[in-house]
């Protein structure tokens, strides 16, 4: 492989140096001249260790109509993510070790991003007995990360059995936390708008009750507990409380939680129906300044890739979900003060190095240093890019941004130094 | 005016231009030998409904053939939409037969709306889940002009399962558009959150809300609602929200009882009220048939060969 020299890049917004890349590692940084290696001129751009995905919708197996894991990790390399952890709900569900190895397998033979599988908490997402968690920890997957996403794990004894059986190997259960009573038949979030469009509302508290129930749970086990898509203000309030208290919790933000709001049902199409859904003014306020604050650890896409017919229907018809990862870096930038405000090293700590920690990928999140491995993201913060549906890397169409047009573009990310986007344009043959 | 969702959309000025033309449409036809207007004649309109209402469509062909419109029943039930056939195809093939207006019942709040994005007739919204039902808001406002001589100043209490009524919302809306003050009154089971922002009283006791009321409309509340713990029982709620001749009295004297239908006799109406010659809910009926017309009409020719 060819040795590649970053040059002249602004490395976190801490100043400006190159950077040699040899054998997929990162060889030296500073001011350097490297004969024979293929020069990418970074003069301008910010170089950020690669974006980590810790909630990522990839549809294989099963609805490979939507998503596969070579278009799904095309579009996150294309939004600068170098890793991504693959949600269980596909078809068969990620339940056993086949599927896990499976989902693996695909990332690696794509080769755009590395695809660390999720694996279900409970059989099929049932709620009803515990998956082999034991069995994927241990397979080829190493999985460490359980969830029933889609699914709250809402049977209080079912949630304490696998938070003290994932402790065997460090593990923890990503929490998706809806209480399903108080949100059946829910389309949207319950508040002003939805009194007035006549949907269901799905009310804040139906999360905030599972989450201060799982906080005590994590605190009576001793078990780590991540809480998925954390949308409103007084779910932060009890996440605050619980790491003030020491509890061994953290928590992830969508980015369309940190921009859009329920206000968007108004035009009744589906594009905005998604799970936890929009919420209201006040929430966005709250949800950024506690990413900025560190309450909320990561932003996490929740990339949910629909196929048409699942969007271009009813509201109530619909599923739930809408694109992420080739938008997520840009309203990270935009929730936490624009792209001249903004801090690149808290936004590489909520979008890279804590993502990457949680997810327990020891070779990703780490900053542009000697003999770290080479995933990094190279982005140019004075561009802005319109939203064109037809034009994103995913196979699905359903992005809530078309039209919009978002600060920073990716330029180039790097997986263990190869380049799978350069000069804004994926790489069709990685090298 | 090209579709008619919701009566929030409306202008008071359309609002009142529809009543208007609704008295010429009463006007015009009664009495007469055919009661039938040439207005509409050559224009196809479609009756499409995903629920099952026979009073409502049933209102709209009758109003689409007294405009000599050529009407078809495009019943949900016993089309290709059992065989699973989107919404969307279902628009595109009414488009692709010409259909120039369609009239729209669907249980999911919004359909109307997203029907617009497909089609290049009008869209006429004959109620879509528990959003909105403007031609009904419009023919009690109709109602309320004929009985109380008008709208603006009166005080309507709309009483029971505010929450899952497209009626209440709708008139919500036209009502209080047109000068009215309106009472909202149920338990707050059957009210939705966070609704201050209403142009609206809110009231949990209907005793206090009648008085001084001009209007009280009474809302189809089902029985059901108890198994999910809208209410304990439905003897509970008729004793707490129906109106009986006693609540009747407390009304003034001139105050009218409505109803859009269909009645739970005994549950949110007793029987002796509804059958009395303070109830308009025939009348109610007789007043959407022009309602309807005059939407037609309107959406149809802009108003142009008046």
Redesign the interface.
């Known amino acids: 492989m060819t040795d590649t020299l970053i040059k002249g890049a602004d490395l976190l917004g801490r100043g400006r140096a190159d950077v040699l890349i040899r054998d997929g590692r990162i060889a030296e940084t500073g001011s350097l001249s490297a004969p024979g290696a293929r020069v990418v001129d970074a003069d301008g751009l910010v170089l950020l260790p690669g974006l980590v995905d810790l909630h990522t919708h990839l549809r294989e197996p099963g609805r490979e109509d939507a998503e596969t894991v070579y278009t799904g990790t095309r579009a996150a390399a294309k939004g600068g993510y170098t890793a991504v952890c693959a949600m269980a709900n596909s078809y068969p569900v990620a339940d056993t070790a086949g599927v896990v190895e499976q989902v693996a397998a695909l990332g690696r033979a794509a080769g755009y991003a590395d695809v660390q599988p999720i694996g279900a908490v409970s059989v099929g997402l049932e709620g009803k007995r515990l998956a082999e968690i034991g069995a994927m920890a241990h397979s080829a997957a190493a999985v460490r990360m359980f969830s029933d996403d889609g699914h709250c794990v809402w049977d209080p004894v079912l949630m304490r059995r696998a938070l003290e059986y994932v402790k065997t190997f460090g593990g923890l259960v990503a929490q998706h936390a809806e209480e399903p009573r108080l949100t059946e038949g829910a389309q949207m979030n319950e508040g002003a708008v939805s009194a007035e469009l006549g949907l269901p509302g799905w009310p804040a508290v139906a999360e905030e009750a599972i989450i201060a129930r799982d906080v005590l749970l994590a605190e009576y086990t001793g078990a780590r507990v991540h809480f998925c898509h954390v949308s409103t203000a007084r779910s932060v309030d009890i996440i605050r409380e619980a790491k003030a208290r020491g509890a061994n919790v953290t928590a992830e933000v969508c980015p369309h939680h940190l921009l859009l709001t329920d206000e968007s049902a108004r035009t009744y199409d589906p594009v905005y129906k998604v799970n936890p859904p929009l919420r209201r003014d006040a929430d966005v306020a709250v949800l950024r300044a506690a990413l900025a604050e560190g309450v909320i650890d990561a932003v996490a896409t929740d990339h949910a890739p629909h196929a048409p017919q699942d969007k271009d229907c009813e509201w109530a018809a619909a599923r739930p979900g809408m694109l992420g990862l080739e938008t997520a870096l840009s309203i990270s930038v935009l929730a936490l003060g624009g792209p001249t405000e903004v801090d690149w090293d808290l936004l590489a700590e909520r979008t890279s190095r804590t993502p990457a920690r949680i997810a327990g990928l020891d070779a990703h999140g780490r900053d542009p240093e000697p003999g770290a491995e080479a995933n990094l993201t190279l982005v140019d913060p004075a561009a802005s890019w319109t939203v064109v549906p037809a034009d994103l890397a995913s196979l699905s169409r359903n992005t809530p941004y078309a039209g919009m047009t978002l600060p920073v573009t990716v330029q180039a990310t790097f997986l263990r130094g190869r380049a799978t986007v350069l000069n804004g344009t994926i790489a069709e043959e990685i090298q | 005016m090209r579709h008619l969702l919701d009566t ?1 959309d409306l202008s008071r000025e359309e609002a009142e231009l529809v009543l208007d033309v609704t008295q010429q449409m009463a006007d015009a036809v009664t009495g007469r030998e055919v009661p039938k207007l040439p207005a509409l004649r050559g224009r196809t309109v479609v009756n499409l409904f995903y629920e099952d209402s026979t009073r409502t469509r049933t209102s709209f062909e009758t109003a689409a053939k007294r405009l000599s419109a050529d009407v078809v029943n495009f019943a949900a039930k016993t089309s290709s939409v059992n065989k699973g056939e ?3 195809d279902t628009a595109l093939t009414l488009q692709a037969m010409g259909a120039d207006a369609v009239v729209i019942r ?6 109307p ?2 029907l617009t994005e497909w089609l290049d007739g009008a869209v006429l919204n004959a109620g ?5 039902h403007p031609t009904q808001a419009l023919l009690d406002a109709y109602t309320m002009r004929r009985r109380l001589g008008g709208v603006e100043g009166r005080t309507v209490a709309i009483v029971g399962d505010i929450l899952h009524s ?1 009626v209440a ?1 709708s008139n919500v809306w036209l009502l209080s558009k047109l000068g009215a003050n309106v009472r909202l009154v149920g338990p707050p089971t059957l009210l ?7 142009p609206v009283e809110i009231g949990y006791d209907l005793d206090a809300s009648l008085k001084g009321a001009d209007a009280v409309m009474m809302l189809r509340v089902q029985r059901e609602r108890q198994n999910a713990a809208f209410f304990p029982t439905a003897n509970e709620y008729a004793r707490l929200y129906g109106l009986d001749e006693r609540r009747l009295a407390l009304l003034p004297d001139h105050a009218i009882v409505m109803h859009p239908g269909p009645m739970n006799r005994g549950m949110e109406i007793a029987a002796t009220v509804a059958d009395s010659p303070r109830a308009t809910i025939t009348e109610q009926v007789t007043n959407g048939v022009w309602v309807r017309m005059a939407v037609l009409y309107l959406l149809l020719t802009n108003g142009e060969t008046r």
């Open positions: 929030s989107s919404l969307r669907h249980p999911a709040a919004g359909a709306q997203r879509d889940g528990t959003h909105a497209r919302r939705p959150k966070d609704i201050d922002g209403w």
